[in-house]
């Protein structure tokens, strides 16, 4: 596709269950981003992936979030047993990798919300 | 611990005059600053960026001004019009590393 995909758009779920939010980044980008957007708030780092290397974890707010992403295709977002602080805006961006400018192109993002 | 700050969450601007909004940092070891623009369900788009080792970028109506003894940098819209409302996020990039670090966002109402 010409850009990066998020889906679903929107997601209501219940305290406690698990969610997963797809990512699909733009042909040809080896780096790939997760950011989250609280209500209020500016954007979270969660995590980042480049290439093969190891992803910078650094962002993942506790171990119920985990992200894979199977060589330089699609991720996934899981978050397991949610809870209400979770609802946010999740975004995934996506960078050719080479030549980094700092321009990231951004999904429209997932809306979570968990009552 | 937040890097990046933008104090003003809000900003109405008469169309035709100048938008100033402003960030600012802690991390002196930043060396790469950008802004992006949000609007409403949509993803944040990349508009202009500034290296440490320059004061000032320029691309059409938008410039942004580097103040690094101060860890300050603004973003001027001249003239604003009623297409630049939206939310507007500065960034900062460590060097050597290809992670951004974003601040909190205002919210640029332009006034017909």
């Known amino acids: 596709g010409a850009g990066v995909s998020q889906s679903p758009s929107n997601k209501v779920t219940e305290k406690g269950k698990d969610v997963e939010l797809r990512c699909d980044p733009i042909s040809g980008h080896t780096a790939l981003y997760w950011y989250r957007q609280r209500l209020g708030q500016g954007l979270e780092f969660l995590i980042y992936f480049q290439g093969n290397s190891a992803p910078d974890k650094s962002g993942l707010p506790s171990d119920r979030f985990s992200a894979e992403r199977t060589g330089e295709s699609v991720s996934t977002l899981t978050i397991q047993r949610t809870q209400q602080e979770d609802s946010a805006v999740y975004l995934c961006?996506?960078?050719?990798?080479?030549?980094?400018?700092?321009?990231?192109?951004f999904g429209e993002g997932s809306r979570l919300t968990v009552l | 611990d937040q890097q990046v700050k933008q104090n003003s969450p809000s900003l109405s601007v008469q169309e035709g005059r100048i938008s100033i909004l402003n960030c600012d940092y802690t991390?002196?070891?930043?060396?790469?600053f950008l802004w992006y623009k949000k609007y409403p369900a949509e993803g944040p788009t990349f508009l202009i960026s500034?290296?440490?080792?320059?004061d000032k970028n320029e691309d059409g109506r938008f410039t942004v001004f580097l103040n690094k003894s101060a860890k300050h940098l603004s973003l001027h819209i001249v003239p604003s019009q009623p297409g630049d409302s939206a939310v507007y996020f500065c960034?900062?990039?460590?060097?050597?590393?290809?992670?951004?670090?974003f601040g909190t966002g205002t919210r640029l109402t332009i006034i017909p």
């Open positions: 991390n002196s070891m930043f060396d790469y």
């Open positions: 960034a900062a990039i460590l060097g050597g590393n290809e992670k951004l670090t």
């Open positions: 961006a996506s960078s050719p990798g080479t030549g980094f400018t700092g321009e990231l192109f």
């Open positions: 500034i290296s440490s080792i320059k």
